[in-house]
């Protein structure tokens, strides 16, 4: 590296360098690294990915580049800038970057790490979605996050009513309740008019609501996930809404999850293992990935169970082994998950009344689906 100008030369052969970006919304901190050596740190203000592709065509000239940053708010713009121009970058997961447990943590660090471990072929690397589904993901970012703001005012209403001992408190909330407490009236002014005023605002929110709903439906019309949409619609437990939610975030591409168990993983429902030598203890599931869309599959499975001759005796076998039904429920989801993808990678039609790899003559021994 010369000592003037500050720019590495390629002499003999093309050579490759290690990038690693910690990204924060002002600013970058980028370690520039050869397999075996780091060569530069610096820090980026305000920066784009036209600027550090230049300052990296300017300092190393000749190099090829291999580019790595953390999954998060700063999304693929960085991804796709350079994917685009053919040269090779990666976004990884932060949950699966290798811990070292050191006790200092700054963002030169950080960056470091990152080269180092792209270096050493250590870093797992997320699919980057499309432009469209991508979009289609903030939707329903946006919808759940309305949906969350409901439920905090509905949580509101509920401690107001039981504060107030209102004859209303014990009562579900439902459409009926909310048109009786718009007929309620306090015996305080100042407080009625916020009270209804507030109840205003909910109703308003629901029809927000309501009308995201229909606007992502539509997504079902699109012809390149219009067929995955349509065979998750069809199996019992998932909703047309919930059919396009595990199409945008699971489905969306073939080649996302090379298996079932990848899938599985993914999702957070393959049980966590502490093992040495012969003993093996298994404890309760991961829980890492989508925790709402993993809550969702849930509810969907609870549905499931009820009309799936399989899922049915499998929770019931749980259940006579001693697991209670939350236990049962998590185990029967991952059982419904697989079953699931095993019928889009085969292109048919999901079986509610089999299990998997069951015999033709174990076929016949399945319970009926329920009404």
Not at 15 to 25: A, R, S
Not at 26 to 41: M, Y
Not at 340 to 348: A, F
Request: glycine content about 4%.
């Amino acid at each position: 590296m010369s000592s003037t100008n500050n720019v590495c030369n390629v002499s003999e052969e093309l050579k490759d360098i290690y990038v690693g970006i910690d990204v924060h919304k002002d600013s970058w901190s980028v370690t520039v690294r050869s397999k075996n050596l780091e060569l530069k740190r610096f820090r980026m203000s305000k920066p784009t990915p036209e600027m550090l592709h230049k300052t990296l065509l300017t300092k190393f000239p000749g190099f090829r580049y291999h580019l790595v940053y953390e999954a998060g708010f700063s999304g693929y713009s960085l991804y796709e800038y350079f994917n685009e121009r053919g040269i090779d970058i990666i976004v990884t997961p932060p949950n699966r970057i290798p811990k070292d447990f050191s006790k200092v943590k700054t963002d030169k660090l950080d960056s470091s790490k990152l080269a180092k471990y792209l270096a050493s072929g250590l870093l797992k690397k997320v699919l980057v979605p499309s432009k469209d589904i991508q979009h289609y993901r903030l939707m329903f970012t946006m919808l759940d996050k309305l949906k969350s703001q409901r439920k905090q005012i509905i949580n509101q209403f509920k401690s107001q009513l039981d504060l107030l001992d209102h004859p209303l408190k014990n009562r579900p909330w439902s459409t009926s309740l909310q048109c009786q407490l718009e007929l309620t009236e306090f015996p305080y002014a100042q407080y009625n008019e916020v009270f209804h005023t507030h109840l205003k605002n909910l109703r308003t929110l629901e029809k927000h609501i309501a009308e995201m709903e229909r606007t992502i439906k539509e997504v079902a019309n699109d012809p390149k996930y219009r067929h995955i949409i349509q065979h998750l619609d069809s199996i019992k437990g998932i909703s047309l809404l919930s059919a396009i939610r595990l199409t945008v975030f699971l489905f969306d591409r073939p080649d996302r999850f090379s298996s079932s168990e990848s899938l599985c993983n993914y999702m957070g429902l393959t049980p966590s293992e502490h093992s040495s030598g012969e003993k093996e203890n298994r404890g309760s599931i991961t829980r890492i990935g989508n925790k709402q869309l993993r809550a969702l599959l849930v509810q969907m499975t609870w549905i499931a169970v009820r009309y799936d001759g399989d899922l049915l005796m499998k929770f019931e076998e749980l259940l006579s082994r001693g697991k209670n039904k939350k236990q049962a429920i998590i185990a029967i989801t991952r059982r419904f998950l697989v079953k699931i993808y095993q019928s889009l990678k085969r292109g048919e039609a999901y079986e509610p009344h089999l299990g998997l790899n069951v015999s033709p003559e174990a076929k016949k021994q399945i319970a009926p689906t329920l009404p």
